[in-house]
């Protein structure tokens, strides 16, 4: 494995230990739901953190900004004359074409795909991965393209499917096996997963999960113009041909996704560029303060974070190192090293436990909850929860979080708007909050979900309220009824 990236403290890098601080402290009040943090200058951490149970070894879900890793394996096939960015679409899909080919299908080129004005007026993925037949190139060809390529932004997580499916053709490879030796090998990035289409094709769009180090040092890749340790891995022309703004999106609502679109990367304000993806996945470049951030969360406001990055990070760049503040360093170590998702609070057992305790079934529901079965003790509860694609073996207490035993019955289907409850790996907390209620929290620490059940147990039956800190729909879930068996 590669070797960890240098660690310094804030003020050798010219930065103040009390704007990180201020930093988190005002993330925390205004968003909340970080699970990890990574600040780099001059190429060293200078600032790090994880909200337990997080951590530094676990992989996290990046969901688009997956997108960014996509847009440099089409740069390296580039690289080596595989294609062009000006090759057209329909020349990768012969097979797959419709048969009417419209004019501006016709006129798509990968650079569309890449920029993200390919023409559509919806995102395409939807109508992708609802298609029976698993065929998502072909349901993407198939989409009308109302305008001209290249005049209309629309983010089409689609496209990038795409671009991975391009390179797939042309290698024969994954995104996952390319890159691998060509980009992940060379950063140290092990571990690396990536979710498949139904036909074997890596999604492109979402699905990469890597560790916070990892899109740290991809940041740092990128802003050092694709050198890694004195060894070119990405041409630099590539790099500045992606990060540039290809794309005019300035219809967009907030700021910072109104100052360009390159090639899967978004322009920010102040110079920067940035990779993210949904519930505040983040890769931020500032090539004119030689940093970048890497935050993975659990958020719905992904401005806000920006803005604190701006408001409190940015003016505290210092252009040379400055004195060392030990007293703010001291704060700041504690304040990092003390981060936590809180786990659930309350009792430890009831006294109507022991008569609560058994199975009960869950009527049909659309977050894939079958079972729950309870055996309240008077430290804590042993509950084993069985949904349409696993079973967890749940060892829970008030105010600790203890790891789950999952067995995978099947892998799910994706769809844009599930809802279904994701299972491993996942850590559990658990108490009484009254004699009769008993709640349920769950940390899937390798994704951005956070769920809580809320279990109202009485002679026979339970109703199960669900709430998830982050979701494509409703976060509150309806009551499901269930039936002791």
Not at 94 to 111: C, I, K, Y
Not at 141 to 170: E, K, W
Not at 223 to 229: A, F, I, S
Request: charged share 20%; proline share 7%; aromatic share 10%.
């Amino acid at each position: 494995m590669e070797s960890p990236l240098p660690r310094c403290t804030p003020e050798s890098v010219g930065i103040d230990s009390r704007a990180i601080q201020s930093f988190i402290e005002g993330t925390e009040e205004r968003v909340g739901g970080l699970h990890s943090f990574m600040l780099l200058r001059h190429g060293q951490v200078a600032a790090e953190a994880w909200w337990a149970p997080y951590a530094p070894e676990r992989r996290h879900m990046l969901f688009s900004l997956s997108k960014s890793f996509t847009s440099t394996a089409v740069g390296l096939a580039v690289a080596e004359g595989r294609l062009t960015v000006d090759d057209p679409v329909l020349s990768f899909f012969p097979d797959e074409a419709p048969r009417r080919v419209s004019r501006n299908l016709a006129a798509m080129r990968v650079r569309h795909l890449l920029s993200m004005n390919t023409g559509h007026a919806e995102d395409t993925l939807g109508y992708m991965v609802s298609r029976r037949d698993g065929d998502w190139a072909r349901a993407f060809l198939a989409r009308p393209v109302r305008f001209a390529p290249g005049s209309h932004f629309l983010y089409n997580t689609g496209a990038t499917y795409m671009c991975s499916a391009i390179v797939q053709r042309l290698t024969g490879q994954t995104l996952l096996e390319y890159l691998t030796p060509r980009l992940f090998e060379p950063l140290g990035v092990t571990g690396a997963t990536w979710e498949s289409c139904p036909k074997g094709v890596n999604a492109g769009g979402f699905g990469l999960a890597v560790r916070t180090e990892d899109i740290a040092r991809f940041g740092q890749l990128y802003l050092q113009k694709g050198v890694w340790r004195g060894q070119r891995l990405l041409p630099e022309s590539w790099v500045e041909e992606a990060t540039a703004a290809h794309s005019d999106n300035s219809s967009q609502a907030n700021p910072d996704w109104q100052q360009g679109y390159g090639y899967q990367f978004w322009r920010c304000r102040h110079g920067a560029y940035r990779g993210d993806g949904a519930f505040g996945q983040y890769c931020v470049v500032m090539p004119a303060q030689d940093a970048v951030l890497a935050i993975t969360s659990g958020i719905s406001d992904m401005q806000a974070v920006l803005d604190l990055v701006w408001e409190h990070l940015l003016p505290a760049m210092a252009p040379a190192p400055l004195p060392e503040d030990a007293p703010a360093q001291a704060a700041l170590h504690t304040l990092l090293a003390e981060r936590a998702i809180a786990p659930q609070q309350g009792e430890a057992a009831s006294p109507q436990g022991r008569a609560l305790s058994g199975r009960y079934r869950l009527d049909a529901n659309e977050y894939g909850l079958k079972s729950l079965t309870f055996r309240f003790q008077r430290r804590g509860a042993a509950i084993r929860l069985v949904t349409n694609e696993a079973v967890a073996q749940l060892a829970c207490a008030p105010g600790v979080w203890q790891e789950g035993e999952v067995t995978v019955r099947k892998t799910h289907d994706y769809s844009p708007s599930r809802q279904s409850l994701p299972m491993p790996p996942v850590k559990a907390s658990g108490a009484w909050a009254d004699p009769s209620t008993y709640v349920l929290r769950l940390c899937f620490y390798e994704t951005p979900f956070l769920v809580t059940l809320t279990c109202h147990l009485r002679e026979g039956g339970v109703t199960v309220a669900g709430r998830v800190n982050v979701s494509f729909g409703p976060t509150e879930w309806p009551p499901i009824e269930g039936h002791r068996t």
